[in-house]
């Protein structure tokens, strides 16, 4: 045990994993941006893509409910 009893090895581990793990996140940020950056030049909407992603994230019948919720909203607002 180091100072303070922490483990220095094993508080070393956590950070090198966490540190790979962050290299890793900056990497799949850089390629997901390639791809929209590759899609809006075929004449792809951007944020409709995102919101396309956003929504086959979620279950069907959250997906619906939420849709059905928009329409009630923008009716409200006289949008519909």
């Not at 997901?32 to 899609?39: H, L, M, N, R, S």
């Amino acid at each position: 045990m180091a100072d303070g009893g922490v483990a220095a090895e094993r508080l070393t581990s956590f950070i090198e994993r966490l540190e790979r793990l962050e290299d890793e996140r900056r990497d799949t940020a850089d390629q997901i941006k390639d791809v929209f950056a590759e899609a809006k030049g075929e004449g792809f909407d951007v944020p409709t893509m995102r919101t396309v992603l956003k929504l086959r994230r979620q279950k069907p019948h959250d997906r619906s409910e939420q849709e059905e919720l928009l329409e009630v909203y923008k009716a409200a607002l006289g949008m519909a």
